[in-house]
């Protein structure tokens, strides 16, 4: 359902987007079978350059997994609620941020190749939809790509996985603008 509570059958801009048809969601990183999913090699080899992300090899492992995946969601949500910067995304959150921070991190363990665990407790993650409550304008969108940034930076997240992550934040990030400004 949209949110005007008409069924969502998917449109060409959803195809557009990266979003799979009747979904609301740019396709996850790790996917078997992904568009725009690169593929390559299932392991490091020993001191060459890093695999191409795929099936076999995804950004949740190359990240380092469960633990590293939550570094990175308490990170940004630090990040978040300690500089002033990024007071207006803070304040479309809920005053205590646990469950935000739960959500983001279950979201992105399934996005990044890894367990899918939002899918497995909430259902499809439907971001526009889940998000259609607040204003979401290229300052926010800014906002949240620079508390990401500084969470990666601050985690020495760098190299092929950097460069792909930065490019598939501001792809979703810009997906789920739903306002001007």
């Known amino acids: 359902m949209t949110r005007d509570g008409d069924q969502d059958r998917g449109t ?4 557009e987007a990266g ?6 969601v740019p396709l996850p990183l790790g996917g ?14 020993g001191g060459g ?12 492992q190359s990240i380092g997994g469960d633990e ?3 570094e990175l969601v308490d990170r940004f949500y630090d990040v978040m609620a300690e500089d002033e910067r990024f007071r207006t995304i803070l304040e479309l959150h809920p005053p205590d941020l ?4 739960q959500k983001l991190y279950e979201f992105l363990s399934g996005w990044l190749g890894g367990p ?23 300052r926010e969108r800014d906002q949240w790509l ?13 190299g092929q996985l950097r460069s792909f992550l930065d490019q598939r934040f501001a792809h979703v990030a810009d997906f789920m603008r739903n306002a001007a400004g």
């Not at 979003?19 to 609301?24: A, E, H, I, L, N």
Request: proline fraction near 13%.
């Open 12 to 15: 060409d801009a959803d195809a």
């Open 32 to 45: 078997a079978g992904m568009p725009g999913t690169p593929s390559g090699p299932s392991r490091p080899s």
């Open 98 to 101: 646990a469950e935000s921070r």
């Open 146 to 158: 620079a508390c990401m940034a500084e969470a990666m930076d601050a985690m020495r997240i760098d």
């Open 116 to 138: 899918q665990l939002f899918m497995q407790r909430r259902g499809h993650p439907r971001l526009r939809m889940r998000h259609g409550h607040v204003q979401i304008g290229e």
């Open 49 to 60: 350059p890093e695999p191409a992300f795929g099936p076999e090899y995804t950004p949740y």
């Open 68 to 70: 590293r995946v939550r």
């Open 19 to 24: 979003t799979p048809r009747g979904g609301d």
